[in-house]
């Protein structure tokens, strides 16, 4: 799936109900070090609005192993996002706290489909 799949940091950000994710990284299960953007392929899916669904390969180059996550980014109230990480002991959650897009930045994107920053 690796050679298959573009960079996952080429399709950021994408928007999660008003907020907007702007990076996606990984660690190392092995070594527990951050495995850099351009090693990280996969594709990214939003199955509800409120939802955000990561599936990665990604190889780390100090391990010289190739590993899978799934991630997913769950707005669960409008100033949290539960992050959930798929593991060997199953699901983990660790919280957000966010800022939302003012609604004007919002409304301008929409109407010419740019990016102001
Ligand atoms: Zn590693």
């Known amino acids: 799936m690796f050679k298959e799949t573009?960079?996952?940091c080429v399709q950021m950000p994408v928007e999660l109900d008003g907020f907007e994710l702007t990076d996606f990284k990984l660690r190392c299960q092995e070594c527990n070090e951050p495995i850099p953007e351009a090693l990280t392929?996969?594709?990214?899916?939003?199955?509800q609005p409120n939802l955000v669904a990561f599936h990665?390969?990604?190889?780390?180059?100090?391990?010289?192993v190739?590993?899978?996550g799934v991630q997913r980014y769950r707005k669960?109230?409008?100033r949290t996002i539960r992050v959930e990480t798929l593991?060997?002991?199953g699901w983990k959650n660790t919280y957000m706290i966010i800022q939302e897009i003012p609604?004007?930045?919002?409304?301008?994107?929409k109407l010419f489909g740019f990016n102001s920053d």
């Open 76 to 78: 669960t109230d409008p």
């Open 56 to 64: 990665a390969v990604c190889i780390c180059n100090e391990c010289n």
């Open 41 to 47: 392929h996969g594709y990214v899916t939003q199955p």
């Open 66 to 68: 190739i590993a899978e």
């Open 103 to 109: 609604w004007p930045v919002r409304f301008m994107r």
């Open 87 to 89: 593991t060997n002991e």
């Open 6 to 8: 573009q960079p996952i």
